[in-house]
C-alpha cells in the first residue's frame, strides 16, 4: 500500500512538472522570437524598428511633442526636427499604432507634422538596430532579452526540481510573467507588419506583469498568519491592479476611436513624466509591495528571511522602475539619455531576477549541488562529443590528407554512431567521476549513514543506539539541528538532540499523521505543525511510526537533495527497525514467554495423564 501510494505521487508530481516545462519553453520561444525580431533571421533583416527620436505628450490634448532627433538617424534624415509636433487625429490608425509600438524596419511611414504655422508631411524610414548608435541600441535590447532568460531559465530549475510543491508552481509562473518585462511592461514586445498584431503583442507583456502582481500576492497569503489587516491589503492590491487593467482598455479604446485621449492614460512610448499611467502602475507595485511585506512580518522568525528573500525583491523593482522612469525621464530630452534610462530601469527589473534566484538557489527552494553537478557533467560530456569530432577532422586533414570526401563523411558517420551507442555509457562514467572529484564527502557522509542503517540491527541498548544515531547525524550531515522524537503513548518527545530545544508533539499533529499516512520523507515547513525542522523522517518498524527523525536548515541554506533525502531515510528506518527489535526482547519479555511455553507444556503433560 504504502508503494502503490509512493507511486501515485511520484505520478502525480511528473504530472504537474511537464506541462511547467512545456511553459517554459513556450516563454522561451517568446524570447527567441524576440531576439530574431530584434536582429534578424537566418539573414532575413529585423522588423523591429528605430524612430531614432523622443517623443512626449504635451499640454495639448491628443499632441505629441519631438525632442531633437538623434543626428544621422531615421527620424533626422526625414527631416524632422526638435520642437515639431504632431496630432493623432490627423494620422491614420496604423501610425498611431507604430508611435505608440515600434515602427517595421526599412519601411517608410507618412507623418503628419507642424512647425511653428507649417503643416508639413514627412516620410520616417526606421533604422534597424544594427543601424547607427548600435551599442547603446544592443544594451537597451540585450539587457532586456537577459533579463528574460534569466526569469525563464530560473523558472525552469524550478519546474525540474520543486514541481510537486504548490508555492513553487506559483513562484514559476510568476517568474515566467516577469520574464516579458524588460522595461515598462514592453520588454519582449514584437513588431509585425500587421499594425493590430503589433498592438496585441505590445500589451501582452503588460497584461503579463499584472497577472505576475496577482500571482504574488497569492504567494504571500500563503505565508505567515492571516489577519483581517492582511485581507484589506490584499483587496486593495487587488483593486489597484485592476485599475491598472482597467487604465490598458481606456488606453486602447482611445488610440483606436479617438473618443478619450490616449496620451493622458499612456502606455508604451506615450508613458512619460509622472502621470496618471506611472502614478498608478506605482500605486499597483506599492499596494503589492505592503501587503507582501506584511506576509513576510508575520511569518515565523525562523521563516522570516527565506519568505523576505522569495518575496519582497521583485515588489520591490516593480516599485523602483516605474518611479525612476517616471522622475528621470522628465530630464532625458535627448534620445541617447532616453536609451539610457531603458537600460537603467530594464536593469531595476533584472536586480529582482537576481535576487530571487538568489534565494532560490540559497535559501531552501533548491539544491545548488546538484544544479553544479548536473551542469559540470552536461558541459563534460559535451566537450568530449565536439573534441571527438574535431580529433577527427584533424586526422584526415594532416595525417591521413589524401583521402577522398566519401571517407571522411563515412568517417564522420562512423564516429557519430559509435558516440551514439556509448553516450550513455560516457555519461555515466563522467557522472562518476564528477561525483568522485567534486563531491567526494557528501558520498562518504551518504554511505557512513547508509552503513549505519545495517549496523544498529546488532546494538542490543537502545541508550547507546540512540547516542550514536545522533551523532552520525551531527559528523555526517551539515544540518545545523537535528532531534530524534520517540513514540511515548500518544505523544512523540524528543530524545535525542542537538542545536535544539526538547520538544513534544502530540499524535494528531499534521506532520505525524503524514508521516503515518505516506511513509516517507516531508519538509515540515509546507504543514500546520509544532515542529520546527527542514527535514522529517519516518522510522517506521512492521508498518508503525515509532518515532522521526527531525532535522534543522542546513548550514549553506540549501535544499537537502535526493540522494542526500534517500540516505537518512533508509538510516531513519534501519534505527526504527533496530529499536522496535529491542522492546519486543526485553527480559521481561523473554520470561513472559518463557513462563508462558511452561504453563503450556504442563497443561500438555496433565492433559496426556489417563484419568
Same mark, same amino acid.
Given at each position: 500500500?504504502?508503494?502503490?501510494?509512493?507511486?501515485?505521487?511520484?505520478?502525480?508530481?511528473?504530472?504537474?512538472?511537464? %506541462?511547467?516545462?512545456?511553459?517554459?519553453?513556450?516563454?522561451?520561444?517568446?524570447?527567441?522570437?524576440?531576439?530574431?525580431?530584434?536582429?534578424?533571421?537566418?539573414?532575413?533583416?529585423?522588423?523591429?524598428?528605430?524612430?531614432?527620436?523622443?517623443?512626449? %505628450?504635451?499640454?495639448?490634448?491628443?499632441?505629441?511633442?519631438? =525632442?531633437?532627433?538623434?543626428?544621422?538617424?531615421?527620424? *533626422?534624415?526625414?527631416?524632422?526636427?526638435?520642437?515639431?509636433?504632431?496630432?493623432?487625429?490627423?494620422?491614420?490608425?496604423?501610425?498611431?499604432?507604430?508611435?505608440?509600438?515600434?515602427?517595421?524596419?526599412?519601411?517608410?511611414?507618412?507623418?503628419?507634422?507642424?512647425?511653428?504655422?507649417?503643416?508639413?508631411?514627412?516620410?520616417?524610414?526606421?533604422?534597424?538596430?544594427?543601424?547607427?548608435?548600435?551599442?547603446?541600441?544592443?544594451?537597451?535590447?540585450?539587457? +532586456?532579452?537577459?533579463?528574460?532568460?534569466?526569469?525563464?531559465?530560473?523558472? #525552469?530549475?524550478?519546474? #525540474?526540481?520543486?514541481?510537486?510543491?504548490?508555492?513553487?508552481?506559483?513562484?514559476?509562473?510568476?517568474?515566467?510573467?516577469?520574464?516579458?518585462?524588460?522595461?515598462?511592461?514592453?520588454?519582449?514586445?514584437?513588431?509585425? &507588419?500587421?499594425?493590430?498584431?503589433?498592438?496585441?503583442?505590445?500589451?501582452? %507583456?503588460?497584461?503579463?506583469?499584472?497577472?505576475?502582481?496577482?500571482?504574488?500576492?497569492?504567494?504571500?497569503?500563503?505565508? +505567515?498568519?492571516?489577519?483581517?489587516?492582511?485581507?484589506?491589503?490584499?483587496?486593495?492590491?487587488?483593486?489597484?491592479?485592476?485599475?491598472?487593467? #482597467?487604465?490598458?482598455?481606456?488606453?486602447?479604446?482611445?488610440?483606436?476611436?479617438?473618443?478619450?485621449?490616449?496620451?493622458?492614460?499612456?502606455?508604451?512610448?506615450?508613458?512619460?513624466?509622472?502621470?496618471?499611467?506611472?502614478?498608478?502602475?506605482?500605486?499597483?507595485?506599492?499596494?503589492?509591495?505592503?501587503?507582501?511585506?506584511?506576509?513576510?512580518?508575520?511569518?515565523?522568525?525562523?521563516?522570516?528571511?527565506?519568505?523576505?528573500?522569495?518575496?519582497?525583491?521583485?515588489?520591490?523593482?516593480?516599485?523602483?522602475?516605474?518611479?525612476?522612469? +517616471?522622475?528621470?525621464?522628465?530630464?532625458?530630452?535627448?534620445?541617447?539619455?532616453?536609451?539610457?534610462?531603458?537600460?537603467?530601469?530594464?536593469?531595476?527589473?533584472?536586480?529582482?531576477?537576481?535576487?530571487?534566484?538568489? *534565494?532560490?538557489?540559497?535559501?531552501?527552494?533548491?539544491?545548488?549541488?546538484?544544479?553544479?553537478?548536473?551542469?559540470?557533467?552536461?558541459?563534460?560530456?559535451?566537450?568530449?562529443?565536439?573534441?571527438?569530432?574535431?580529433?577527427?577532422?584533424?586526422?584526415?586533414?594532416?595525417?591521413?590528407?589524401?583521402?577522398?570526401?566519401?571517407?571522411?563523411?563515412?568517417?564522420?558517420?562512423?564516429?557519430?554512431?559509435?558516440?551514439?551507442?556509448?553516450?550513455?555509457?560516457?555519461?555515466?562514467?563522467?557522472?562518476?567521476?564528477?561525483?568522485?572529484?567534486?563531491?567526494?564527502?557528501?558520498?562518504? =557522509?551518504?554511505?557512513?549513514?547508509?552503513?549505519?542503517?545495517?549496523?544498529?540491527?546488532?546494538?542490543?541498548?537502545?541508550?547507546?543506539?540512540?547516542?550514536?544515531?545522533?551523532?552520525?547525524?551531527?559528523?555526517?550531515?551539515?544540518?545545523?539541528?537535528?532531534?530524534?522524537?520517540?513514540?511515548?503513548?500518544?505523544?512523540?518527545?524528543?530524545?535525542?538532540?542537538?542545536?535544539? *530545544?526538547?520538544?513534544?508533539?502530540?499524535?494528531?499533529?499534521?506532520?505525524?499523521?503524514?508521516?503515518?499516512?505516506?511513509?516517507? &520523507?516531508?519538509?515540515?515547513?509546507?504543514?500546520?505543525?509544532?515542529?520546527?525542522?527542514?527535514?522529517?523522517?519516518?522510522?517506521?518498524?512492521?508498518?508503525?511510526?515509532?518515532?522521526?527523525?527531525?532535522?534543522?536548515?542546513?548550514?549553506?541554506?540549501?535544499?537537502?537533495?535526493?540522494?542526500?533525502?534517500?540516505?537518512?531515510?533508509?538510516?531513519?528506518?534501519?534505527?526504527?527497525?533496530?529499536? =522496535?527489535?529491542?522492546?519486543?526482547?526485553?527480559?521481561?519479555?523473554?520470561?513472559?514467554?518463557?513462563?508462558?511455553?511452561?504453563?503450556?507444556?504442563?497443561?500438555?503433560?496433565?492433559?496426556?495423564?489417563?484419568?
Amino acid at each position: 500500500m504504502a508503494a502503490a501510494a509512493t507511486t501515485l505521487v511520484k505520478q502525480r508530481e511528473t504530472s504537474r512538472k511537464w %506541462p511547467l516545462v512545456v511553459l517554459c519553453a513556450l516563454f522561451a520561444a517568446w524570447a527567441v522570437a524576440a531576439l530574431a525580431n530584434y536582429v534578424g533571421f537566418a539573414g532575413n533583416p529585423p522588423w523591429w524598428g528605430w524612430w531614432d527620436v523622443d517623443y512626449f %505628450p504635451s499640454a495639448q490634448p491628443y499632441v505629441v511633442k519631438f =525632442d531633437p532627433p538623434q543626428p544621422g538617424g531615421a527620424a *533626422a534624415r526625414a527631416g524632422i526636427r526638435g520642437g515639431d509636433w504632431l496630432d493623432l487625429r490627423e494620422q491614420s490608425l496604423s501610425v498611431r499604432v507604430r508611435l505608440y509600438a515600434q515602427p517595421v524596419a526599412a519601411t517608410p511611414i507618412a507623418l503628419v507634422l507642424h512647425r511653428g504655422t507649417q503643416r508639413l508631411t514627412v516620410r520616417v524610414i526606421a533604422s534597424s538596430s544594427a543601424q547607427g548608435n548600435v551599442a547603446l541600441k544592443a544594451w537597451s535590447l540585450g539587457l +532586456g532579452i537577459l533579463s528574460s532568460a534569466w526569469f525563464i531559465g530560473c523558472a #525552469l530549475l524550478i519546474a #525540474l526540481r520543486r514541481a510537486g510543491l504548490s508555492e513553487a508552481r506559483l513562484l514559476i509562473l510568476i517568474l515566467l510573467c516577469c520574464s516579458p518585462v524588460g522595461f515598462a511592461g514592453l520588454g519582449l514586445g514584437l513588431v509585425t &507588419p500587421g499594425f493590430a498584431i503589433s498592438a496585441l503583442l505590445f500589451v501582452l %507583456p503588460q497584461i503579463c506583469a499584472l497577472v505576475a502582481m496577482v500571482l504574488l500576492v497569492a504567494l504571500s497569503a500563503r505565508f +505567515g498568519s492571516r489577519t483581517g489587516l492582511r485581507k484589506v491589503l490584499e483587496g486593495v492590491a487587488y483593486s489597484a491592479i485592476a485599475l491598472n487593467i #482597467l487604465r490598458i482598455g481606456v488606453f486602447f479604446d482611445g488610440l483606436v476611436t479617438l473618443r478619450v485621449d490616449p496620451l493622458k492614460i499612456g502606455s508604451g512610448n506615450f508613458a512619460t513624466g509622472m502621470g496618471i499611467t506611472a502614478g498608478l502602475e506605482a500605486l499597483a507595485a506599492a499596494a503589492v509591495m505592503i501587503a507582501v511585506a506584511v506576509a513576510v512580518q508575520s511569518t515565523p522568525r525562523p521563516e522570516r528571511a527565506r519568505a523576505a528573500w522569495l518575496l519582497l525583491p521583485l515588489p520591490i523593482s516593480w516599485v523602483a522602475m516605474p518611479v525612476a522612469y +517616471g522622475f528621470l525621464s522628465n530630464f532625458a530630452h535627448t534620445w541617447a539619455s532616453f536609451q539610457a534610462l531603458v537600460v537603467l530601469t530594464t536593469a531595476f527589473s533584472l536586480a529582482g531576477g537576481f535576487a530571487v534566484t538568489y *534565494a532560490v538557489l540559497k535559501r531552501r527552494v533548491l539544491d545548488l549541488e546538484f544544479v553544479l553537478s548536473r551542469t559540470i557533467v552536461v558541459a563534460t560530456v559535451s566537450f568530449i562529443v565536439v573534441a571527438s569530432f574535431v580529433l577527427l577532422e584533424w586526422l584526415l586533414g594532416t595525417v591521413v590528407s589524401d583521402v577522398s570526401h566519401t571517407t571522411g563523411v563515412i568517417a564522420n558517420a562512423g564516429l557519430a554512431l559509435a558516440l551514439g551507442l556509448s553516450l550513455r555509457y560516457v555519461h555515466k562514467r563522467v557522472d562518476t567521476f564528477v561525483d568522485s572529484a567534486f563531491f567526494r564527502k557528501r558520498h562518504d =557522509d551518504e554511505r557512513a549513514l547508509r552503513e549505519f542503517a545495517q549496523e544498529a540491527a546488532f546494538m542490543t541498548q537502545a541508550d547507546a543506539l540512540l547516542d550514536r544515531a545522533i551523532a552520525k547525524i551531527q559528523v555526517h550531515t551539515d544540518a545545523r539541528s537535528a532531534a530524534v522524537l520517540l513514540d511515548g503513548g500518544g505523544n512523540y518527545e524528543t530524545v535525542r538532540a542537538f542545536g535544539t *530545544a526538547q520538544t513534544i508533539v502530540n499524535e494528531n499533529d499534521e506532520v505525524i499523521v503524514s508521516l503515518k499516512t505516506w511513509r516517507r &520523507p516531508l519538509d515540515p515547513h509546507h504543514h500546520a505543525t509544532a515542529l520546527s525542522g527542514a527535514l522529517a523522517l519516518p522510522m517506521l518498524a512492521r508498518g508503525r511510526l515509532c518515532g522521526i527523525i527531525l532535522l534543522g536548515e542546513r548550514a549553506g541554506g540549501e535544499a537537502y537533495a535526493p540522494d542526500e533525502v534517500d540516505a537518512l531515510a533508509q538510516f531513519a528506518h534501519g534505527i526504527g527497525l533496530a529499536l =522496535d527489535s529491542m522492546s519486543s526482547n526485553t527480559p521481561n519479555d523473554r520470561i513472559t514467554k518463557t513462563l508462558e511455553y511452561m504453563l503450556e507444556e504442563l497443561r500438555a503433560i496433565r492433559r496426556a495423564e489417563p484419568e
